[in-house]
T-cell receptor, first 112, second 117 residues
Framework: EAQVTQNPRYLITVTGKKLTVTCSQN?????MSWYRQDPGLGLRQIYY???????DKGDVPEGYKVSRKEKRNFPLILESPSPNQTSLYFC???????????FGPGTRLLVL | AQKVTQAQTEISVVEKEDVTLDCVYE???????LFWYKQPPSGELVFLIRRNSFDEQNEISGRYSWNFQKSTSSFNFTITASQVVDSAVYFCALSEAENSGNTPLVFGKGTRLSVIA
């Protein structure tokens, strides 16, 4: 089944404790992206990757890192999480950036 | 700058009623894509439709239909004979297509639809 998977689905952590949210797609898509969803603000792009080893900042990149060492994986790294990073995170992928983006199931993160 | 406005924050309808969700967009590009996504209570984002700016034909898929009007910069979504399972937050989104680089989805704030049995 063609899909985007994210892990973990739910995470509670404390300020400053490094964490990684994994994202994997099995559709051989070139383009991958991370969004965060916050009440009243909608969904905003954090980082994106046009292809392997090519990543760049989206609209709200502060406090996040990403890597794209393989086409299928695009992990989101929070080196020192803070409470304002409490959010619902979505990974998405598409054949290339202008095509339909398909989303993972989301990761709910709470930073205490 | 690109922008998507969904003026209806919440809508409640009784089952079997028809309901239209409004979406108005702004863009300077002549080539762009419009999307609708559904977010059910379980939280995932489900793709419903993609429409490019050169195709103004209305689309129908079962009980769902979409009306794209460039003259009013609108891409409205109608659910006919609504069902309880249609209860969700619906997002309209825009992606500009004239540059060769990143084209992130710009989302509206969403419309929460509640269908009451």
């Amino acid at each position: 089944e063609a899909q985007v998977t994210q892990n973990p689905r739910y995470l509670i952590t404390v300020t400053g404790k490094k964490l990684t949210v994994t994202c994997s797609q099995n559709m051989n898509h070139e383009y991958m992206s991370w969004y965060r969803q916050d009440p009243g603000l909608g969904l905003r792009q954090i980082y994106y990757s046009m292809n392997v080893e090519v990543t760049d900042k989206g609209d709200v990149p502060e406090g996040y890192k990403v890597s794209r060492k393989e086409k299928r994986n695009f992990p989101l790294i929070l080196e020192s999480p803070s409470p304002n990073q409490t959010s619902l995170y979505f990974c998405a992928s598409s054949v290339y950036s202008k095509e339909t983006q398909y989303f993972g199931p989301g990761t709910r993160l709470l930073v205490l | 700058a690109q922008k998507v406005t969904q003026a209806q924050t919440e809508i409640s309808v009784v089952e079997k009623e028809d309901v239209t969700l409004d979406c108005v967009y702004e863009t300077r590009d002549t080539t762009y894509y419009l999307f609708w996504y559904k977010q059910p209570p379980s939280g995932e984002l489900v793709f419903l439709i993609r429409r490019n700016s050169f195709d103004e034909q209305n689309e129908i898929s079962g009980r769902y239909s979409w009306n794209f009007q460039k003259s009013t910069s609108s891409f409205n979504f109608t659910i006919t004979a609504s069902q309880v399972v249609d209860s969700a937050v619906y997002f309209c989104a825009l992606s500009e297509a004239e540059n060769s680089g990143n084209t992130p989805l710009v989302f509206g704030k969403g419309t929460r639809l509640s269908v009451i049995a």
